[in-house]
């Protein structure tokens, strides 16, 4: 079993980012049971800002009345709970069967996620005492082209088999459209198979943290 850190062709400069504004934006991607919202808290275990594109989401769908009301108009109130709320693996079932549907809520969500994270780095950064790293977990960064709004991305991979433990099923046909894990990891500045103990998680993390820090 490998836990190991791999190092893309491009490494990222410490010292540039070291000299450079604060906070080192990283940004966290990897497929689905990877493992990466266990990374994004080893980052905040170490002092980064964390922030989760799913969690925005999740915003997102309670509290943006545009959002909820395009989702509703579009696939009907069956994806309402009996508190009124929109209830997400409903969702799911239904764009997932239906392209049009899935490309249609990306095309809705994405900017507004992509806004949130970017908005949430510039009060960082204008704060009085800013983090060295502020990290934003983004699961198709590869996949629309997000990498050019960070200075350095991790992928997070695991096999198949342990990424089934993890969800409880089976790795499901929905990850067609994505990258493979190999081209990610190539692609990234540093790429972690996350399948060990908490404690090879924190010295990979805490490695990524002084290389972008130059420390």
Request: aromatic residues 6%; proline residues 6%.
């Amino acid at each position: 079993m490998l836990h190991a850190v791999f190092r893309a062709r491009k490494q990222p400069s410490s010292a540039r980012r070291a000299a450079g504004p604060r906070p080192v934006a990283l940004a966290v991607t990897g497929s689905i049971g990877a493992g990466k919202s266990e990374v994004l808290a080893a980052f905040a275990r170490h002092g980064a800002a964390v922030i989760s594109s799913d969690e925005i989401v999740h915003r997102l769908l309670r509290e943006d009345p545009a959002v909820k009301g395009a989702i509703v108009e579009r696939l009907g109130e069956r994806v309402l709970g009996e508190d009124g709320e929109i209830v997400r693996p409903r969702v799911a079932d239904l764009v997932f069967s239906d392209p049009d549907a899935l490309r249609w809520l990306e095309e809705l969500l994405h900017p507004r996620v992509v806004t949130t994270y970017l908005r949430w780095r510039e009060d960082l950064r204008a704060s009085d005492d800013p983090p060295d790293v502020c990290v934003t977990e983004v699961p198709l960064l590869y996949e629309v082209g997000g990498e050019t709004r960070f200075d350095a991305v991790v992928a997070v991979t695991a096999s198949p088999e342990a990424r089934a433990a993890r969800l409880g099923r089976p790795v499901s046909d929905r990850e067609r459209r994505l990258l493979p894990d190999a081209e990610k990891a190539a692609r990234a500045d540093f790429a972690y198979v996350n399948e060990g103990s908490l404690e090879e998680l924190d010295r990979f993390v805490s490695d990524v943290m002084g290389t972008l820090t130059g420390s």
